[in-house]
């Protein structure tokens, strides 16, 4: 047999990740094997002319969470796709694709900027993601705060 065999991680219904493009860290994430796509908070989220071209401005979490910087960020490569909420509405969201550290892992993958206000978790963690790469263990939390973050 070719190839190289990956192992996949163990971790748990909730976990810490940090997102070093976006200067967060420690953040709670819920693991939603329900998702295919991750998603993140935010309290804004608009498209503005910046040096002539057009680049979306995010301010992520909101005034309530505790790493609330209210400083926006600005991203040149986005997208708009139609996604099918909790719900099951569908809704028209803002994508940006940005990297996650869980478990030692730096992944880039794709967000879906949404505003999840009143709910415990800012940030979902979908299949997407978790593809090839982690086992959830719904009896498990945290696991990344027992190992080192970076490797």
């Known amino acids: 047999m070719t190839g190289v065999s990956m192992e996949k991680l163990t971790i748990g219904r909730r976990e810490i990740a940090d997102f070093p493009e976006i200067y967060l860290s420690g953040l709670d994430v819920k693991i939603d094997t329900g998702a295919y796509t991750s998603s993140i908070h935010v309290c804004e989220c ?17 005034v309530g969470h505790p790493q ?15 996604v099918k909420s909790s719900t ?25 900027l949404t505003q999840r206000n ?6 979902l963690i979908g299949r997407k993601l978790l593809n090839k790469r982690f086992v959830v263990d719904t009896a498990l939390v945290n696991v990344s705060k027992k190992k080192n973050r970076i490797k």
């Open 46 to 62: 608009a498209e503005e002319l910046k040096d002539g071209k057009s680049q979306l401005r995010v301010v992520f979490l909101d």
């Open 68 to 82: 609330y910087t209210g400083i926006p960020i600005y991203f040149e490569a986005f997208k708009m796709k139609k």
């Open 88 to 112: 099951g509405q569908e809704q028209l969201r803002y994508f940006i694709r940005m990297k996650i550290l869980m478990l030692g892992k730096l992944i880039e993958t794709d967000f879906s």
């Open 118 to 123: 009143g709910m415990k978790y800012p940030i």
